[in-house]
Nanobody, 115 residues
Framework: QVQLVESGGALVQTEESLTLSCTGSGTAFPFNYGGWLRQRPGKEREAVALILLDGSTTYSDSVKGRFTISRDNAKNNLYLQMTSLEAEDTAVYYC?????????WGQGTQVTVSS
């Protein structure tokens, strides 16, 4: 059974950096797609970053240039490096992975950015 476990969420100040991790287990195959989504207070869940098997990435306009998504295929880990954090980045962040036609989600990790 595939499981995703997130870690790294914290309370930080604006302009600081933070790295989120997502560890996958239960499959011998690398994720076909891996991504991070977030849900800000009172708003719909939104996609933040996506990484494909070949390493190509896509970012939302709101985080482009500040966030970097990466993956370790051997370990099925996903990472989100966050820099120049803003108050608007406060949200619950979720990792998502697709493998062998199925989608999996982490439990979410809280990131709070204060001035």
């Amino acid at each position: 059974q595939v499981q995703l476990v997130e870690s790294g969420g914290a309370l930080v100040q604006t302009e600081e950096s933070l790295t989120l991790s997502c560890t996958g287990s239960g499959t011998a195959f690398p994720f076909n797609y891996g991504g991070w989504l977030r849900q800000r207070p009172g708003k719909e869940r939104e996609a933040v970053a996506l990484i494909l098997l070949d390493g190509s990435t896509t970012y939302s306009d709101s985080v482009k240039g500040r966030f970097t998504i990466s993956r370790d295929n051997a370990k099925n880990n996903l990472y989100l490096q966050m820099t120049s954090l803003e108050a608007e980045d406060t949200a619950v962040y979720y990792c998502n992975a697709h493998v062998n036609g199925s989608a999996y989600w982490g439990q979410g990790t809280q990131v709070t950015v204060s001035s």
